[in-house]
């Protein structure tokens, strides 16, 4: 991870959840996609990059003994505030022994890694997990970055994720070369809405990392144009697109 990006989330760590624009119903839909049928009771799932764990605290709802990994102190405070387990980690080098857990997540968190990084990751995860153990990743695809809302507004936003997010091709290649298959992959929208006070407050409070890594020129401009698009006590409808992938260990 970028050193700058380490100030963002212990900047942010205490407002994350309020500034998100990924809402409740969008967590339980994609905690859903994962978890499908299956009988969950006495598995263990570790949810690594967990954040403030709002998705470890839903997959624990589901009925999963979850363990939320980060790097970030702040966040994993936030995390236990909900309940959740937590242990400090890094994805590149997880905690613990092999053959441990029965899913291992990854959550808008892998383009946080370099290419390296990243291929070090997927080998931990095959790891510990066991036999039939899964994989799951909620990731944006270059068409999901595409769609997103504002990119015309902040253009440099879309030059900056392609770099960040890797390209689902690659991400499957490597993680088939981890030892794991590729069971499922679908592209979910989740509609949502949103008051123009919520849209220009959040993102004049730079509410994701892409938005931080942004040059302040561009940014400031790019905030001026939304202000001008949305009354602030008007109400709008928004999109989220996203591509999930669960992978098996065979």
């Known amino acids: 991870m970028m050193p700058k990006l380490h100030k963002y989330y212990r900047e942010a760590s205490k407002n994350y959840d309020a500034l998100r624009f990924d809402d409740d119903d969008e967590v339980l839909s994609h905690v859903r996609w994962f978890v499908g049928d299956r009988l ?14 709002r998705y470890s605290a839903e997959f624990s709802r589901n009925g999963f003994d979850v363990i939320g990994l980060d790097h970030s102190n702040d966040q994993l405070t936030e995390a236990q505030s909900k309940g959740v387990p937590v242990q400090r980690g890094q994805a590149e080098e997880l905690p613990f022994a092999a053959d441990r857990f029965d899913a291992v997540s990854f959550i808008m ?8 990084q990243f291929k070090t990751a997927m080998a931990e995860a095959t790891r510990v997990l066991r036999i039939g153990g899964h994989i799951w ?10 769609v997103r809302p504002f990119t015309d507004l902040f253009p440099s936003t879309l030059e900056i994720n392609a770099k960040r997010y ?21 592209t979910l929208v989740n509609h949502y809405e ?3 006070a919520q849209i220009i407050d959040r993102t004049q409070a730079r509410h994701n990392t892409t938005l931080f890594l942004m ?14 698009r949305y009354k602030r006590n008007e109400n709008y409808q928004l999109s989220h697109q996203h591509t999930l992938l669960e992978f098996e260990v065979g």
């Open 40 to 53: 969950v009771e006495d598995l263990e799932l570790l949810d690594v990059g967990c954040g403030t764990g």
């Open 109 to 116: 968190m892998l383009h946080q890694l370099s290419a390296s």
């Open 137 to 146: 990743i909620k990731t944006c695809s270059l068409d999901d970055l595409a």
């Open 166 to 186: 890797q390209k689902i091709d690659e991400l499957i290649r490597v993680i088939k070369r981890s030892g794991a298959q590729l069971k499922r992959m679908e």
């Open 194 to 196: 949103m008051s123009g």
């Open 215 to 228: 040059k302040d020129e561009e940014f400031r401009a790019g905030l001026e144009g939304l202000k001008m």
